[in-house]
């Protein structure tokens, strides 16, 4: 029997019972009711390693606790609510297994930093006790015969592993896509996608369904999902990981590493996971010692007379590129403020150099073979039975048939790209240590998440991937779209902690970390309700009032984790034919500056600017009107229908800022109006 439960259709996961928020539990962030009593209910959203280890240390909760509260999350908003699709596999035994630390850490005390932490793996980690399925139909059956070596440290760490992450399937893309997982969602906005290959990982994380995730990254696929998810994430120096039991894409470019919402996590999950690896031939770059510690490497003023080389090359002139760009340069300005200098640094060659120096076409088809004869027990033994056999989503499938083209792991072609890397990362250097740079930073994508279905662009994944150097992309900002963008920094080889400090110090002074709207905090173990407002419009609501006998009746219902509103409604009073219009209005606070992309939260609260704000009464007088939505057209009396509410429609509403209003020949201005607003 296989030990795991696919996410579609497995037994609902255990629901905590309710509390009230306690005062005094607030410096922890906690929701608990007395520790003893089992399914005490935890409040997850958000939390950091240290306050989880803060709350089962003080007796405010336990790991079972914890495990069932991110159980909970997982079931409200993956496989309900939004549906965010980032989780693939679930362990079923994740329950058992926190209680058993909990057992351990009473007897013994913790082992560390990661005891009874509940943690997630890209669907491409090896697990002794869960499908490895890579994201692929064709997988989905393949039981590893022991963990991943990194798998194998966390559970030494006391780590709880929770289940398993969707993924481009095969790692072979960046908008995660797969056979078995479907399409997962962007949490800050459910129509674009996550980045990818880690993109469920990103997602997860992102919505807290975990203290912490880990992904992979071949080019880009820790660093483009932590940009588009609002978080942190390092591909380290070739070598300072193992990569053994994770499916390849590229032996020579693949890396593993954590994603997680602070830089004190990243630091946390990293001292549990590098090390040498006599499995994995490149970890020999450590000399067999174990690494110093990333968290002693945190430090708020590293960016005291650091020097920061900006890469001009990387940022976009393109008018879909300019925000990226603009972020990360007031990111960059941020960081002068806070003591450091800059530098413009080019590389000489740099498009030279680059061109042709990625090996995933030559090393994937063999790579692939060898992971699978490596294990008896596949399902299938070649990417040419996957795609014979027809168990790879056809988005896939002409990359991977392009890919079958690489016709002998030696070939000249092969031989050629492999020897123009080490150039390339001595020409990095070079001009880091030319321009006297701790990093190179740029934005990490240089566009917002594409719409689910077109192609991602602006990823400048390569540069790291194809020298083996250390990359972190750490949030830095949001878009006007209020999409989340990364600045990717890049550092000399086996100077992650030099990275990892100045991520931190920025990150200190800045907290650009926003949860998404997506997955707000549950209410009694439950993802909040739907709220459901009556309408009655008539003309007394004008000011002055008009006698245009029109009234409207309906009602509006609002999902808080979809923002789709739905809505019903019949006008009276007046011939249908007479009708214009029933629309929806809400003031233009951007236009009269108020609230915009610039003081807005991401979690959909908004900014308190001095100048502009919205009070709770309503919008300042002076604003202009916009119709947000029509809802029906000449000649509707009665309707019904759904919209799906952008970021400005949301916060109207939070404010009772949103007008229903009709529209008829008689009263070509307006001929009855409701107020619209949520309940606080």
Same mark, same amino acid.
């Given at each position: 029997?296989?030990?795991?439960?696919?996410?579609?259709?497995?037994?609902?996961?255990?629901?905590?019972?309710?509390?009230?928020?306690?005062?005094?539990?607030? !410096?922890?962030?906690?929701?608990?009711?007395?520790?003893?009593?089992?399914?005490?209910?935890?409040?997850?959203?958000?939390?950091? =390693?240290?306050?989880?280890?803060?709350?089962?240390?003080?007796?405010?909760?336990?790991?079972?606790?914890?495990?069932?509260?991110?159980?909970?999350?997982?079931?409200?908003?993956?496989?309900?609510?939004?549906?965010?699709?980032?989780?693939?596999?679930?362990?079923?035994?994740?329950?058992?297994?926190?209680?058993?630390?909990?057992?351990?850490?009473?007897?013994?005390?913790?082992?560390?930093? !990661?005891?009874?932490?509940?943690?997630?793996?890209?669907?491409?980690?090896?697990?002794?006790?869960?499908?490895?399925?890579?994201?692929?139909?064709?997988?989905?059956?393949?039981?590893?015969?022991?963990?991943?070596?990194?798998?194998?440290?966390?559970?030494?760490?006391?780590?709880?592993?929770?289940?398993?992450?969707?993924?481009?399937?095969?790692?072979?893309?960046?908008?995660?896509?797969?056979?078995?997982?479907?399409?997962?969602?962007?949490?800050?906005?459910?129509?674009?996608?996550?980045?990818?290959?880690? $993109?469920?990982?990103?997602?997860? #994380?992102?919505?807290?369904?975990?203290? *912490?995730?880990?992904?992979?990254?071949?080019?880009?696929?820790? @660093?483009?999902?932590?940009?588009?998810?609002?978080?942190?994430?390092?591909?380290?120096?070739?070598?300072?990981?193992?990569?053994?039991? =994770?499916? &390849?894409?590229?032996?020579?470019?693949? *890396?593993?590493?954590?994603?997680?919402?602070?830089?004190?996590?990243?630091?946390?999950?990293?001292?549990?996971?590098?090390? &040498?690896?006599?499995?994995?031939?490149?970890?020999?770059?450590?000399?067999?010692?174990?690494?110093?510690?990333?968290?002693?490497?945190?430090?708020?003023?590293?960016?005291?007379?650091?020097?920061?080389?900006?890469?001009?090359?990387?940022?976009?002139?393109?008018?879909?590129?300019?925000?990226?760009? @603009?972020?990360?340069?007031?990111? =960059?300005?941020?960081?002068?403020?806070?003591?450091?200098?800059?530098?413009?640094?080019?590389?000489?060659?740099?498009?030279?150099?680059?061109?042709?120096?990625?090996?995933?076409?030559?090393?994937?088809?063999?790579?692939?073979?060898?992971?699978?004869?490596?294990?008896?027990?596949?399902?299938?033994?070649?990417?040419?039975?996957?795609?014979?056999?027809?168990?790879?989503?056809?988005?896939?499938?002409?990359?991977? @048939?392009?890919?079958?083209?690489?016709?002998?792991?030696?070939?000249? +072609?092969?031989?050629?790209?492999?020897?123009?890397?080490?150039?390339?990362?001595?020409?990095?250097?070079?001009?880091?240590?030319?321009?006297?740079?701790?990093?190179?930073?740029?934005?990490?994508?240089?566009?917002?998440?594409?719409?689910? $279905?077109?192609?991602?662009?602006?990823?400048?994944?390569?540069?790291?991937?194809?020298?083996?150097?250390?990359?972190?992309? #750490?949030?830095?900002?949001?878009?006007?779209?209020?999409?989340?963008?990364?600045?990717?920094?890049?550092?000399?080889?086996?100077?992650?902690?030099?990275?990892?400090?100045?991520?931190?110090? !920025? +990150?200190?002074?800045?907290?650009?970390?926003?949860?998404?709207?997506?997955?707000?905090?549950?209410?009694?173990?439950?993802?909040?309700?739907?709220?459901?407002?009556?309408?009655?419009?008539?003309?007394?609501?004008? +000011?002055?009032?008009?006698?245009?006998?029109?009234?409207?009746?309906?009602?509006?219902?609002?999902?808080?984790?979809?923002?789709?509103?739905?809505?019903?409604?019949?006008?009276? $009073?007046?011939?249908?034919?007479?009708?214009?219009?029933?629309?929806?209005?809400? &003031?233009?606070?951007?236009?009269?500056?108020?609230?915009?992309?610039?003081?807005?939260?991401?979690?959909?609260?908004?900014?308190?600017? +001095?100048?502009?704000?919205?009070?709770?009464?309503?919008?300042?007088?002076?604003?202009?009107?916009?119709?947000?939505?029509?809802?029906?057209?000449?000649?509707?009396?009665?309707?019904?229908?759904?919209?799906?509410?952008?970021?400005?429609?949301?916060?109207?509403?939070?404010? $009772?800022?949103?007008?229903?209003?009709?529209?008829?020949?008689?009263?070509?201005?307006?001929?009855?109006?409701?107020?619209?607003?949520?309940?606080?």
């Amino acid at each position: 029997m296989i030990a795991s439960s696919p996410l579609r259709g497995a037994p609902a996961a255990p629901t905590a019972s309710s509390s009230r928020l306690l005062a005094a539990a607030l !410096l922890l962030g906690w929701v608990f009711g007395p520790a003893e009593h089992a399914g005490a209910q935890v409040e997850v959203r958000g939390a950091t =390693i240290t306050t989880l280890q803060q709350a089962m240390s003080s007796g405010a909760a336990t790991s079972a606790d914890i495990t069932r509260a991110y159980l909970a999350r997982i079931e409200a908003y993956d496989r309900q609510g939004p549906t965010l699709t980032a989780m693939v596999w679930l362990n079923p035994d994740a329950v058992s297994e926190a209680e058993a630390l909990d057992r351990e850490r009473a007897s013994r005390g913790p082992r560390g930093p !990661l005891h009874g932490v509940p943690v997630i793996l890209k669907d491409n980690y090896d697990t002794f006790d869960l499908p490895t399925s890579a994201g692929s139909l064709a997988l989905a059956s393949n039981i590893a015969p022991d963990d991943a070596f990194q798998v194998a440290r966390l559970r030494e760490a006391g780590a709880v592993v929770l289940g398993k992450t969707n993924m481009h399937e095969l790692a072979s893309g960046i908008t995660t896509i797969g056979s078995i997982g479907g399409q997962t969602l962007n949490p800050y906005d459910l129509t674009r996608n996550p980045g990818g290959s880690s $993109g469920g990982t990103g997602a997860a #994380i992102a919505a807290s369904f975990a203290a *912490v995730g880990w992904g992979s990254d071949t080019c880009g696929s820790i @660093r483009i999902p932590a940009a588009q998810n609002n978080l942190v994430g390092l591909r380290p120096t070739k070598g300072l990981s193992s990569i053994d039991g =994770i499916i &390849p894409l590229s032996h020579t470019q693949d *890396v593993g590493g954590p994603l997680a919402r602070t830089m004190e996590d990243l630091a946390i999950a990293l001292d549990a996971t590098v090390g &040498p690896d006599p499995a994995d031939p490149a970890t020999a770059i450590l000399g067999g010692r174990q690494p110093s510690s990333f968290v002693d490497a945190l430090d708020a003023d590293a960016l005291e007379g650091a020097r920061i080389g900006i890469l001009a090359a990387y940022f976009g002139d393109a008018p879909e590129e300019r925000a990226a760009g @603009r972020i990360v340069r007031d990111a =960059i300005a941020r960081m002068v403020e806070l003591g450091a200098d800059t530098v413009t640094v080019e590389i000489p060659d740099l498009g030279d150099l680059m061109e042709g120096s990625g090996l995933i076409g030559h090393e994937f088809r063999w790579d692939l073979q060898d992971y699978l004869a490596a294990n008896p027990d596949a399902p299938v033994s070649s990417l040419a039975e996957m795609l014979e056999l027809g168990l790879i989503h056809e988005a896939l499938v002409p990359r991977m @048939r392009a890919r079958m083209e690489s016709e002998s792991r030696d070939s000249e +072609e092969y031989l050629t790209a492999y020897a123009k890397r080490e150039p390339l990362r001595l020409a990095v250097e070079a001009a880091m240590d030319d321009a006297g740079a701790d990093a190179l930073v740029f934005p990490t994508v240089r566009t917002v998440p594409a719409v689910i $279905g077109d192609p991602q662009r602006g990823s400048s994944c390569s540069l790291s991937a194809n020298t083996g150097l250390p990359s972190l992309s #750490i949030p830095v900002g949001f878009a006007d779209d209020r999409l989340p963008i990364g600045m990717e920094m890049i550092g000399r080889t086996l100077d992650d902690w030099r990275l990892v400090a100045i991520g931190y110090a !920025l +990150e200190s002074a800045t907290d650009h970390r926003r949860e998404p709207w997506s997955a707000p905090s549950l209410v009694d173990g439950q993802a909040p309700p739907q709220v459901t407002v009556g309408v009655r419009a008539d003309g007394l609501a004008f +000011e002055p009032p008009v006698a245009s006998g029109v009234e409207v009746r309906g009602r509006v219902r609002f999902d808080p984790t979809t923002r789709r509103l739905s809505y019903e409604y019949s006008v009276d $009073g007046v011939d249908p034919a007479d009708i214009f219009a029933v629309v929806l209005r809400r &003031p233009d606070l951007a236009g009269a500056g108020g609230s915009d992309s610039d003081g807005e939260r991401a979690d959909g609260e908004v900014a308190d600017d +001095e100048e502009g704000a919205a009070s709770p009464e309503g919008a300042p007088s002076e604003v202009a009107w916009l119709v947000e939505a029509r809802l029906s057209g000449p000649g509707v009396a009665s309707h019904q229908g759904e919209l799906r509410a952008e970021q400005d429609l949301v916060e109207a509403l939070e404010r $009772g800022d949103v007008r229903l209003e009709v529209f008829t020949r008689q009263h070509p201005l307006g001929a009855a109006r409701a107020v619209l607003g949520l309940p606080r």
